[in-house]
């Protein structure tokens, strides 16, 4: 039992360092399939994770997206963002993820 478990923990932990050196190229693969109802299932998964944590690393001043938008939506939105946007791409996808998601959900202007 605990030899599954480490093993788990261990591809985890090795997903988790790789998160940094993913290509916006990468990234709007995984969300063009999990645009598709017969996309991959890993692929929606790790686009999912990957946008849902560039969003909750921005503090509320950035990207006030509503309380009850799903991640697929989320989703959907940031790969119609970047169809539109290619030449906004940067090569590290959290960037690329970050701009999509303040242009797509910005904060109210507050009056000083």
């Known amino acids: 039992m605990t030899k599954p478990l480490l093993a788990l923990i261990l591809a985890l932990c090795t997903t988790a360092a ?16 999990a645009a598709t109802t017969t996309g991959s299932f890993k692929d929606t998964t790790i686009a999912l994770g990957y946008v849902g944590a560039v969003h909750d ?49 910005p904060c109210p202007t507050r009056n000083p």
Not at 20 to 26: D, I, L, M, N, Q
Not at 74 to 96: H, I, P, S
Request: hydrophobic share 45%.
């Open 57 to 105: 690393l921005l503090d509320g001043s950035e990207v006030c997206a509503p309380e009850n938008i799903r991640g697929r939506r989320m989703l959907l939105a940031v790969r119609d963002w970047m169809k539109r946007n290619l030449g906004r791409w940067d090569d590290n996808a959290a960037v690329t993820v970050r701009s999509a998601l303040i242009e797509l959900y």
């Open 18 to 33: 790789q998160a940094e050196f993913v290509t916006s190229t990468t990234l709007s693969g995984w969300l063009d399939s």
